[in-house]
Every structure is written in C-alpha cells, then in structure tokens.
C-alpha cells in the first residue's frame, strides 16, 4: 500500500533534461507541495530544478514522529518511496547524486533525514528545518552507508513545540557518524518556522557545491 504514490508532483526552476542540479522539497503536516516550492525564491540559482511531491491528505504519516515507526505506515514507507522514485527521474536526466539536495520543513524535514539515514550516499547538501530522525527515544539507528562529508544543516528552535531539542542534537551525532558534515543550528526562542538564517546557510552550501 503506498497512500502517496500518485500524488500530484510540482516543480519550478529549470526543467530537469537542462539543470545542473535538483532540489527535492518535502513539505509539512498541513501544508502543500506548492507552498514548500515557494521557497525556491529565495535561493537564486536558476539551474536548479525544484521538486516537490504531495502528501496524501497533507499529512505523510498521522501521528508525531516520535511515536513507534509502525504507527506510522505505510505513511513513512510510502513518502520514502515518492522520494526515491523521484531521485530515479533526476538520475535518468543525468544529474548525480552529488548534484542533489533534499530540503525539508517540519514532518517533511523529518521524512527526508529519515530517508537519508536509510540511504546514506554522498548528496549535495541534505537541509532539515526544524525536524529530526524517526521514531520514539531508543529508537536504533544502526543505519549503513557513508555520507562521504556531505553538508547536512539541522536548524531549529530550542523550544519548538513538535521537535525536542533531544532529538535535533541526536540527529546531528547519527549525521556526523555517518562521515556527514554537520552544521546545527539552534534558535532561542524561535518559533515552528523557517528563518532568513537558515535560507542563508542554504544558499552558502548551494554556492560552494554548484
């Protein structure tokens, strides 16, 4: 059962045959592929192709992602499934995996650091805005793979309401582990959002690896 296999897929920027690189956006409970896609605005690199994929109902998977995986499929399955098969259609147009970025905002930026642990490569950059990896606390995170030093950002408020500070730094020991180059930053104070910061950490990974 794949709930979000055949949801509606958008994308802006360049079209995929003519970029030098993708962005694949993963967006929030609630919230929409276009409304992610929108952030493609502040990052001005016109070779990108942006992607971004539909969730089922808005939601990837029904309860909060520190509940136990099962819960949460086929949701979790499903969403990691869409990822995959639109990685597949960057590779046909002959972008590397080193050319790809994965950017995701609250549920959507725990489903893509879930993926990326469960498929750890060498990426172009991985960027998780206020989320962390799957799963209750004691969850094993035994994941193979090597991310051969690909930049990772974790951004996130100290006092996010849906993601404990806990799991961010939790996130970003895993990332490290796995030859990830980790740049965590926390917000005092902040609230569940996306702050000017973050977008310009982005755009400084962006301009060092395009």
Known sequence: MKPHYGQKI?????????????????????????????????FDY???????????????????????IPQNEPGISSGMYVIEQIIAQIHEAGIPNDKIFLLGFSQGACLSLEFAARHAQK?????ALSGGLIGPDGTSRNYPGDFQQTPVLLGCSDIDPHIPLERVQESSDV????????????????????????IDSINDILKSTI
């Open 123 to 127: 990426f172009g950059g991985i960027f």
């Open 175 to 198: 990332f490290r582990n796995m030859h990830a180059k980790v740049e965590e930053k926390i917000y005092p104070g902040m609230g569940h959002t996306i702050n000017q910061d973050e």
């Open 10 to 42: 958008q994308s802006t920027g360049a079209r995929l045959e003519e970029a030098e690189a993708a962005m694949i956006l993963i967006h929030g409970r609630g919230a929409t592929a276009s409304s992610i896609l929108a952030l493609h605005e502040y």
């Open 46 to 68: 016109p070779k990108i192709a942006y992607i971004a994929p539909q969730a089922q109902s808005n939601t990837w998977y029904p309860y909060s992602f520190l509940a136990p």
